[in-house]
């Protein structure tokens, strides 16, 4: 289904995710998203009578399932799949995003973050929901090639907090290296827990 295909709805939380991603939340109005999302005007109290904290909590909730989505493609596509495998396939989404999109755009999770997590933000809670889905899909993926379940949730905080920090440093610098040398220096440790 295409954009314009989708609901009004689904276009809004859509497009709210790839505003946050780009700008932040603070520079994020109700009325870019409508106009982006290119929805009948007035529909925005329709469907998210929480308001602008509604909205962006489930874009974070979108971009959390899309993460999560992702992260399990790489095992029913792997011939062999590996703790290193799976990061390099994540990495590996967003070198070519960054590319693509001239570094544009970053993770809508990390830029809310950055913007809501020290105060009390009602947006905090779906932040949190949205972050716990992304890591438990990694962990899952991880136990799924028998990485021991006590250290599987460790290693997947590294990998997400490492990429996230690739990603923050990519787009800073404009080098999609970054992403390639976390891959390349993290790939031993990962796989020295593999079963």
Same mark, same amino acid.
């Given at each position: ?31 870019? $998203?409508?106009?982006? @999302? ?42 062999? *799949? ?60 991880? $136990?799924?090639?028998?990485? *021991? ?16 920090? @690739? ?15 976390? $891959?390349?220096?993290?790939?031993? $440790? ?6």
């Amino acid at each position: 289904m295409s954009g314009e295909e989708r609901p009004p709805r689904e276009r809004m939380v859509y497009s709210a995710a790839q505003l946050v991603r780009s700008r932040g939340v603070s520079a994020t109005g109700v009325r870019d $998203v409508v106009a982006h @999302a290119n929805a009948p005007r007035g529909s925005f109290q329709h469907y998210f009578p929480g308001g602008k904290d509604q909205l962006v909590g489930e874009a974070l909730a979108w971009s959390a399932d899309y993460a999560a989505r992702w992260v399990t493609s790489y095992g029913r596509h792997a011939e062999s *799949p590996s703790p290193s495998g799976l990061f390099a396939h994540m990495a590996r989404q967003w070198r070519e995003e960054l590319t693509a999109r001239r570094y544009e755009r970053g993770c809508p999770m990390m830029a809310t973050a950055a913007e809501l997590a020290g105060g009390d933000s009602p947006v905090n809670e779906p932040l949190r929901a949205a972050a716990g889905r992304w890591e438990q899909a990694v962990v899952d993926e991880l $136990v799924r090639m028998d990485v *021991p379940a006590e250290r599987a949730r460790g290693l997947a905080t590294l990998m997400i907090s490492a990429l996230e920090g @690739a990603i923050m440093l990519a787009r800073v610098c404009r080098d999609v290296g970054r992403l390639d040398t976390v $891959v390349s220096e993290l790939a031993p $440790v990962l796989d020295s827990y593999a079963g």
